[in-house]
């Protein structure tokens, strides 16, 4: 299999912004596709502003800044992956339409291309399955922010080669992460063990307590950088809610039942951070 040059990141939402921008600092040519040029001016535009705090703080110079940007070509096509050597989806996380991306992306990229899912939560197994290429369909899993954090979680599914699996471990590397292997169940690794913990903290609220006190004792009383609701907050209650859902079918198990508050904040959409109302108001 040849090097990773050229890099579609499906999906510029929070997390495709985000991995884009990392991509294309590690020097890959970067194509964007969302569905709409709004979405897509707004991801540049978060990009364009996070490279210039870099620059403002010396990390980077305004060559550079410049350099990354000229890499990222935006597009409402996903026929613009035709010659690509890795994909990142990083759609909305909903079965139907992540299994439709996959399928659409299979006609589309060239035969030896991965096809990789920054999924949270879905199975990698499942994804693989709606393509003829299950081999070379991968997780690979950022943490929001993306061009902060430091790990990425690398998950093969049933049929996964171990080619495609040291190819992205290569990728990450290259990107300057640090990855762990997690197996393909449901919420893998860091999310199987923070996202209950978060719904629990939920239950705390809609059984009276404060966010900022549950928040506050989690910081103070458990070292915790961040409070549990702030973060979700920061994630997505949306992602939030279909990460646990997805747990909760998978595993069958009453102990991943979602918050009916989670529920509800859903319902009235209430997001968190990316739409100025959740726990806080933005
Ligand atoms: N938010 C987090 O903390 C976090 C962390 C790690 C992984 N993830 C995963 O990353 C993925 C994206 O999450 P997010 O927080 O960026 O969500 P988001 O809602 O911010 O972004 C999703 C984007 O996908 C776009 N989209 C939907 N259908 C599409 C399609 N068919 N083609 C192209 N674009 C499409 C939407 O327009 C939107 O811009 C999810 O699978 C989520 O589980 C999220």
């Known amino acids: 299999m040849g090097e990773i040059r050229k890099i579609m990141v499906v999906g510029a939402g929070q997390m495709g912004t985000g991995i884009t921008q990392v991509f294309a600092q590690a020097g890959h040519e970067m194509v964007l596709v969302d569905l709409n040029e709004q979405i897509l001016e707004k991801s540049i535009g978060n990009i364009s502003s996070m490279l210039e705090r870099s620059v403002k703080k010396e ?15 935006p597009t409402l096509s996903l026929e613009d992956g035709q010659e690509v050597d890795f994909v990142l989806e990083a759609v909305t996380e909903d079965t139907e339409i992540k299994k439709d991306v996959f399928r ?8 030896n291309a991965i096809l990789a899912s920054n999924t949270s939560t879905i199975s990698i197994t499942l994804l693989g399955g709606v393509t003829e290429r299950p081999d070379k369909v991968i997780g690979m899993h950022f943490f929001i922010p993306a061009p902060v954090m430091k790990l990425v979680e690398i998950i093969k599914g049933l049929n996964t080669s171990n080619e495609t699996f040291e190819q992205t471990q290569k990728l990450s590397g290259i990107c300057g992460k640090e990855s762990v292997e997690a197996k393909d169940y449901a919420a893998f690794t860091v999310n199987r063990l923070l996202v209950p913990m978060w719904n629990e903290a939920m239950f705390l609220v809609m059984e009276g307590n404060k966010p900022e006190e549950v928040d506050k004792a989690m910081r103070l009383g458990a070292n915790f950088p961040m409070g549990p609701l702030e ?7 949306d992602t939030v809610l279909s990460v646990i859902e997805t747990m909760h079918e998978s595993f069958g198990e009453s102990k991943y039942r979602p918050c009916p508050l989670l529920k509800k904040m859903v319902e009235a959409g209430q997001y968190g951070r990316k739409s100025g109302q959740g726990f806080y108001k933005y």
Not at 59 to 73: C, F, G, H, S, V
Not at 104 to 111: A, M, T, V
Not at 231 to 237: K, N, S, T
């Open 104 to 111: 659409r992306l299979d006609s589309i990229c060239q035969p």
């Open 59 to 73: 990390r980077i110079t305004a060559e550079q800044k410049a350099a990354t940007l000229a890499r990222i070509t």
């Open 231 to 237: 973060l979700a907050d920061f994630a997505g209650l």
